[in-house]
C-alpha cells in the first residue's frame, strides 16, 4: 500500500489548507478554517471557497488537462 502524502499549504507564512495525494483516489485540496474567514479564494474560477476536500480537475480521468502529479495519484 502507497502512503497518503500530506502538504500543508502557506502564503505569507498563514496556513491556506492542505494538500493530499492519496494513491488512486487523487489529488485533494481543502482550505483551512481560519484561511475561509478571512483569507480569498485561490482559484475562483477552478475551486469551490468552502472547508470540504475537492479533487484536483488534473487528476480526474475526464479531463484533458493533466498535471505532472497525476501519474503519481491518478
Do not use: T
Not at 5 to 18: M, P, T
Request: glycine residues 6%; contains cysteine.
Amino acid at each position: 500500500m502507497k502512503p497518503v502524502v500530506h502538504l500543508r499549504v502557506a502564503l505569507a507564512g498563514r496556513y491556506v489548507g492542505e494538500l493530499v495525494m492519496a494513491p488512486r483516489r487523487g489529488l485533494f485540496f481543502a482550505y483551512a478554517p481560519a484561511w475561509l474567514a478571512d483569507g480569498f479564494a485561490l482559484s475562483p474560477l477552478n475551486m469551490r471557497f468552502d472547508a470540504a476536500p475537492q479533487i484536483s480537475r488534473a487528476c480526474m480521468a475526464h479531463s484533458p488537462i493533466r498535471s505532472p502529479m497525476a501519474g503519481a495519484c491518478c
